[in-house]
């Protein structure tokens, strides 16, 4: 199973939106609503952000948003802040097994 | 709140066996699927598999021959097991919570390194 294929850095200034994507196969993001996206700080433990590809838990933050078109699955970050900087890893169900995207490291300019 | 810590050696030699331990508290064992994922050194993150209660489990594939996991439902532990490591197997690994409906990491410990060397 290949790993997702998300850009290996995206960057924003203050207040602005970026978007990060994650594109798969119709084996994976295409074929299930069983993404999730996580949110990782340098030498901590990923916290899960978007689940189910829309959803938030309990306690995130409504400027994180996720979204899903045919392969690629899209996570937001609207009124960016400097707090937001860190890598994003999404993850999409497959069937048999679960793959992860390669991260994406945030910078806030 | 589910908290999960976990415990075990974080050196170890290669062709020896990898084993680490993970600590289930403030939620029932029953209720997830009990992950171990790891993240070598400047990587992203992998799954190695999981486990349910009833103790049936999931592998990755590319791991599958040297991968044990297994559930002590009666401590609220489960454990993972990696056999003949190399230095490949080098990386902080965690254990996670996974949600049975929605397949999402919904709990993580906060890591453990392992460093595979002589």
């Known amino acids: 199973q290949s790993a997702l294929t998300q850009p290996a850095s995206v960057s924003g200034s203050p207040g602005q939106s970026i978007t990060i994507s994650c594109t798969g196969t119709s084996s994976d993001v295409g074929s299930y609503n069983l993404v999730s996206w996580y949110q990782q700080y340098a030498g901590k433990a990923p916290k899960l952000m978007i689940y189910e590809v829309t959803k938030r838990p309990s306690g995130v933050s409504d400027r994180f948003s996720g979204s899903k078109s045919g392969n690629t699955a899209s996570l937001t970050i609207s009124g960016l802040q400097a707090e937001d900087e860190a890598d994003y890893y999404c993850?999409?169900?497959?069937?048999?097994?679960?793959?992860f995207g390669g991260g994406t490291k945030l910078t806030v300019l | 709140q589910v908290q999960l810590q976990e415990s075990g050696p974080g050196l170890v030699k290669p062709s020896e066996t990898l084993s680490l331990t993970c600590t289930v508290s403030?939620?029932?064992?029953?209720?997830?699927?009990w992950s171990w994922i790891r993240q070598s050194p400047g990587k992203g993150l992998e799954l190695i598999g999981y486990i349910y209660n009833s103790g049936s489990t999931n592998y990755n594939p590319s791991l599958k021959s040297r991968v044990t996991i297994s559930v002590d439902t009666s401590k609220n532990q489960f454990s993972l097991r990696l056999s003949s490591v190399t230095a490949a197997d080098t990386a902080v690994y965690y254990c996670?919570?996974?949600?049975?409906?929605?397949?999402?990491?919904?709990?993580w410990g906060q890591g453990t390194l392992v460093t595979v060397s002589s």
């Open positions: 403030g939620g029932s064992i029953f209720t997830y699927y």
């Open positions: 993850c999409s169900y497959a069937g048999s097994s679960t793959v």
């Open positions: 996670a919570g996974r949600s049975i409906v929605a397949a999402s990491f919904d709990y």
